[in-house]
């Protein structure tokens, strides 16, 4: 049973355990028989996705599991213990997606303090006209970065 959903303000530490405790749950079930995954878990390829405070705690998930391979976040926020500090740790390639219109959880804040203090090899793609559903007009802009090892 998870335990990161226990009152007002819940732990991002517990969030991370949960992710780790999923993919552990998920690598099982790729050898056990009858299961509708059996055999189906590249469980050399795996990933973490998350939004807002769920994308910060899977940063957090990937620095303490070394078979997590990747990962993507849609407005990743940061978290206590801290998602900037885990990102540092991290050697896998990861996608942080941003809208500039955000106020809850906005690039200069959340995101590109993530993205930031890796040494791996990046890039930064932002489009300025993006649509969505809570903005239909192309005033807001959105920025995708990804860090990846050279290879």
């Not at 009152?7 to 749950?25: I, M, R, V």
């Not at 997606?97 to 995101?111: F, R, Y």
């Not at 040494?119 to 300025?128: F, K």
């Not at 970065?145 to 050279?150: L, Q």
Request: proline fraction near 7%; hydrophobic fraction near 40%; include cysteine.
């Amino acid at each position: 049973m998870t335990t990161s959903q226990g009152g007002l303000l819940p732990s991002h530490s517990a969030f991370a355990d949960d992710l780790n405790a999923a993919l552990t749950w998920m690598v099982a079930q790729n050898s056990v028989a009858g299961s509708r995954f059996n055999a189906h878990v590249r469980t050399d390829r795996l990933g973490l996705s998350g939004h807002s405070m769920g994308g910060g705690a899977s940063v957090l998930a990937t620095a303490r599991n070394s078979a997590v391979r990747t990962v993507t976040n849609l407005a990743a926020a940061e978290t206590n213990p801290s998602a900037v500090t885990a990102a540092a740790t991290t050697a896998v390639p990861m996608q942080l997606v941003a809208g500039t219109g955000d106020t809850v959880a906005g690039p200069s804040g959340h995101q590109i303090p993530i993205y930031t203090p890796s040494s791996l090899p990046s890039s930064c793609v932002r489009s300025s006209a993006v649509s969505t559903a809570a903005s239909p007009t192309p005033a807001a802009s959105a920025a995708t970065a990804v860090r990846s090892p050279a290879g």
